[in-house]
Nanobody, 127 residues
């Protein structure tokens, strides 16, 4: 099993930055892919970013491309989501997810592809 704990959310103003963290524990050696998703009230959970465990591959949703950056720290078993130039439409609960599956171009953006999920962290961006 893998446990994921997100942190770093909060209330910020439009244009500000936040860095989310996702700390993994347990069978971390089994993780091959990680993703960030977000869910706004009354909406579905949407893909935000993908990062391979080696950090060699990243992908982003069009809505965050150029503003968000995913990265990881091997020593800390932690992945990060640096969010710059935040907009009110970025307001959501952000979740990190992990899976033992290697990168798949047709699956990395699908929430059902991931096996482990964190509890989520709230990000609120005021205008």
């Amino acid at each position: 099993q893998v446990q994921l704990v997100e942190s770093g959310g909060g209330l910020v103003q439009a244009g500000d930055s936040l860095r989310l963290s996702c700390a993994a524990s347990g069978r971390t050696f089994s993780i091959r892919s990680m993703g960030w998703f977000r869910q706004a009230p009354g909406k579905e959970r949407d893909f935000v970013a993908y990062i391979s465990w080696s950090a060699s591959t990243t992908h982003y949703a069009d809505s965050v491309k150029g503003r968000f950056t995913a990265s990881r720290d091997n020593a800390k078993n932690t992945v990060y989501l640096q969010m710059n130039s935040l907009k009110p439409e970025d307001t959501a609960v952000y979740y990190c997810a992990a899976t033992p599956r290697y990168y798949s171009s047709s699956n990395y953006y699908s929430s059902s592809w991931y096996d482990y999920w964190g509890q989520g962290t709230q990000v609120t961006v005021s205008s």
